[in-house]
């Protein structure tokens, strides 16, 4: 099968991670940027397979994870109106609020509803004038094309019943904060393949130059993954930082302009509150003034109250790479997928979850009593 069973090749596997054994010298910490990566490196295993001078951290892309408790307290907030039909991405209705998830709001009546793709909520909107439909427009450059052109679409067709929340984040000014941190351990990036595809390269070389990091575009296959790091480590060895792009099957040096194009006749960047993170300075997508009426925020009188986060829940500090998923004296107790305490537990690409699924494929040195 042409672009997989040739990036899960067993025999290249082996080759590669020979060829970073060789390569490797002394102990470095790589964070992998975004969740499904990390999916990919534990699934397969290549954790355990990594010489133990490479320690792999998580970093914090996965945008379920992401998304700040006061935009799902907005979110439940609004599903519980008797004339809203409030709809997302499967993963985003478990996730806890303050007080409760969107799934336990749907368990109390509330008319919440898993889709796949934003322009099926603006379908729901054609096909339910009575009703207001809100989706709740998760994701990081990924999946903010699609959420764009729903709005487009929206205001083409003239719809006055439907909105979006967005909560929209951005990779490039994560990878800063984290790197501005002082407690940082990230020597070097993968950067997640699929945000460059949409948005190119570009916004990777200022990062490089900046920091003095090495930064590898990466895919999200076994092979591809190994490759990246050896990429990575034979700049970190040699001193070198530069951006090397190894998914060049997908990504182009400029990216998707179609799809930059839907996404700035939209939103506008700002400053956003990442779960666990803090405020990133301009790190988010909001909808723009002229769009205002698609925008659920600003179309609804939605209170704001205090929210509160789960105090023994460290995904922050998981996502900035300082801990990992089996530090956290919950994991596999107290935080189990069936009952998430946090977000990462909760995702496919949450890294509690994947290591969750995956724990009897981890290292021996990973494993603690759970
Ligand atoms: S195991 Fe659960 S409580 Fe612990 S960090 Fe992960 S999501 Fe939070």
């Keep these: 099968m042409k672009y997989l069973t040739e990036y899960r090749d067993p025999v290249l596997a082996a080759q590669y991670l020979d060829e970073i054994k060789k390569t490797v010298t002394r102990p470095w910490t790589i964070m992998e940027v975004c969740g499904g990566q990390t999916h990919s490196l534990v699934k397969y295993g290549l954790l355990q397979m990594l010489p133990k001078e490479i320690t792999m951290v998580h970093g914090p892309g996965c945008p379920v994870c992401v998304t700040p408790t006061h935009l799902i307290d ?83 067709l003239g719809l006055k019943n439907y909105s979006i929340i967005a909560s929209h984040v951005l990779v490039p000014p994560a990878m800063e904060a984290l790197l501005s941190d002082p407690e940082t351990v990230v020597q070097a990036f993968l950067a997640a393949g699929h945000v460059c595809t949409i948005m190119g390269n570009s916004e990777y070389y200022p990062i490089v130059e900046k920091y003095k990091v090495p930064i590898v575009v990466t895919g999200f296959e076994p092979i591809d993954l190994l490759h990246g790091i050896l990429m990575v480590v034979r700049q970190l060895e040699k001193g070198e930082y530069k951006m090397e792009n190894q998914y060049a099957r997908v990504v182009r040096e400029r990216g998707n302009l179609s799809a930059q194009e839907a996404i700035k006749e939209i939103f506008e960047i700002s400053n956003r509150m990442w779960r666990g993170m803090d405020i990133i300075p301009h790190s988010g997508l909001e909808v723009k003034e002229k769009y205002a009426a698609f925008d659920a925020t600003q179309k609804f009188n939605v209170p704001l109250k205090e929210t509160k986060e789960n105090e023994s829940c460290i995904a922050g500090a998981i996502m900035k790479g300082l801990r990992k998923p089996l530090d956290c004296i919950n994991f596999g107790t107290a935080c189990k997928p069936s009952h998430p305490l946090g977000a990462p537990m909760v995702s496919s690409e949450g890294s509690c979850a994947t290591y969750y699924h995956f724990y009897s494929a981890l290292n021996e040195v990973e494993k603690v009593e759970v």
Aim: proline content about 5%; aromatic content about 8%; overall charge negative.
């Design 74 to 156: 907005r979110a439940v907030f609004l599903a519980k109106q008797s004339n809203i039909i409030m709809c997302s991405f499967g993963d985003m209705l478990r996730v806890p609020g303050s007080e409760k998830s969107l799934l336990q709001a749907k368990a109390e009546g509330a008319d919440v509803r898993i889709l796949y793709s934003p322009l099926e909520a603006v379908n729901l909107a054609q096909q339910n004038p009575d009703k207001e439909v809100v989706f709740f427009a998760v994701g990081f450059e990924t999946t903010a094309p699609a959420n764009a052109l729903s709005v487009i679409q929206a205001h083409q």
